[in-house]
């Protein structure tokens, strides 16, 4: 069905920047928005940003100013622009997308494997 393939993680030291890329495929999809998120070795999975269609965007507060998400419809991918890397963002990230099926009358959210990004010196 929908497959979902992030890339760009890796170790990068703290005030480092990576760029996260996350590509959907699938027949005939119907994508409504896109996002990262998040999960810490002992936290709970946390929403990063998320993207709509028509480029409505929503952070997590903490992140604001630090971290751009941004999409490109046509390919449809989501990218994640971090800046300024602290330790504490270490994570593994995951991608998500919501996707309309059933002739629009449901919608589904599928997820990636995920992508670790690591923060330390």
């Known amino acids: 069905q929908v497959q979902l393939v992030e890339s760009g993680g890796g170790l990068v030291q703290p005030g480092g920047s990576l760029r996260l890329s996350c590509a959907a495929s699938?027949?005939?999809?119907?994508?409504?928005?896109m996002g990262w998120f998040r999960q810490a070795p002992g936290k709970q999975r946390e929403l990063v940003a998320s993207?709509?269609?028509?480029?409505?965007?929503n952070y997590a507060d903490s992140l604001k100013g630090r971290f751009t998400i941004s999409g490109d419809n046509a390919k449809n991918t989501v990218y994640l622009q971090m800046n300024s890397l602290k330790p504490e963002d270490t994570a593994v990230y995951y991608c998500?997308?919501?996707?309309?099926?059933?002739?629009?009358?449901?919608?589904?959210?599928?997820w990636g494997q995920g992508t670790q990004v690591t923060v330390s010196s």
């Open positions: 699938g027949r005939d999809l119907s994508i409504n928005g």
């Open positions: 998500s997308a919501d996707v309309r099926e059933n002739g629009g009358l449901t919608v589904r959210a599928y």
């Open positions: 993207i709509t269609t028509g480029s409505r965007t």
